[in-house]
């Protein structure tokens, strides 16, 4: 079974532009959620989707958006990059149903660079 | 709020010492979830274990044993013979229920440990 996908793997932007990032969940996972890890801040929690739907938002400006296809595949994207925007952006699937719990799989990442 | 704390940055041993990663919770929901993560220098997390709050049987698996204690919130790491392929930053992370478990699908990590295990 093919793990979490993420396209791309590096970016690199220049401040004021946007970007979209792309995840690709395991197959017949429903649950796709999202994190910035920074070395300052560590790995916090941007959002996750289930079913085309926002389940959970985390403290993030709403220059970071998200959302989920009916393939489950999801996109996020940040409007206006700043450079504090610099970060590893990573993905996990799960195949939990909208009140359990199960594990998440994390992919690779992409690293956005903000210049 | 939830917090996880990991409060040793970094740790060294040599190789076939023994080394437990720390890590203390804090929580409100009475029904919640801890893991362990491992992410190398590739930077993809690995999961390792979970656990969750109404189950406080420890485990050993291969190298890796877990102590999970309700009374001092905290959910130690220990991998026993340490090799240098364990080289790595491990996470410690709390899923609460939320509401009717809708807020499993948010983890809340902690700082990391850097471990290096020298030959």
């Known amino acids: 079974k093919a793990g979490v996908t993420q396209t791309p793997r590096y970016l690199i932007k220049t401040r004021g532009q946007q970007v979209t990032l792309s995840c690709s969940p395991i197959?017949?996972?429903?649950?796709v959620s999202w994190y910035q890890q920074t070395p300052g801040q560590g790995l916090q929690f941007l959002f996750e989707?289930?079913?085309?739907?926002?389940?959970n938002k985390g403290n993030f400006p709403g220059r970071f958006s998200g959302r989920q296809f009916s393939n489950s595949r999801s996109e996020m994207n940040v409007s206006t990059l700043e450079l504090g925007d610099s970060a590893l952006y990573l993905c996990?699937?799960?195949?939990?149903?909208?009140?359990?719990?199960?594990?998440?799989?994390f992919g690779p990442g992409t690293r956005l660079t903000v210049l | 709020a939830q917090k996880v704390t990991q409060a040793q940055t970094e740790i060294s041993v040599v190789e076939k010492e023994d080394v437990t990663l720390d890590c203390v919770y804090e929580?409100?929901?009475?029904?919640?979830?801890l893991f362990w993560y491992k992410q190398p220098p590739s930077g993809e997390l690995v999961f390792l274990i979970r656990?969750?709050?109404?189950?406080?049987q420890n485990e050993i698996s291969g190298r890796y044993s877990w102590n999970f204690q309700k009374s001092t919130s905290s959910f130690n790491f220990t991998i026993t013979a340490s090799q240098v392929v364990d080289s790595a930053v491990y996470f410690c992370?709390?899923?609460?229920?939320?509401?009717?478990?809708?807020?499993?699908?948010?983890?809340?990590f902690g700082q990391g440990t850097i471990l290096t295990v020298h030959p």
């Open positions: 996990a699937s799960s195949p939990r149903g909208p009140f359990s719990y199960n594990e998440q799989f």
């Open positions: 197959s017949g996972h429903r649950s």
């Open positions: 989707y289930f079913s085309e739907t926002q389940r």
């Open positions: 929580t409100r929901d009475t029904t919640y979830y």
């Open positions: 656990r969750n709050s109404f189950d406080e």
């Open positions: 992370a709390l899923s609460e229920a939320g509401a009717g478990g809708t807020s499993y699908g948010k983890l809340t």
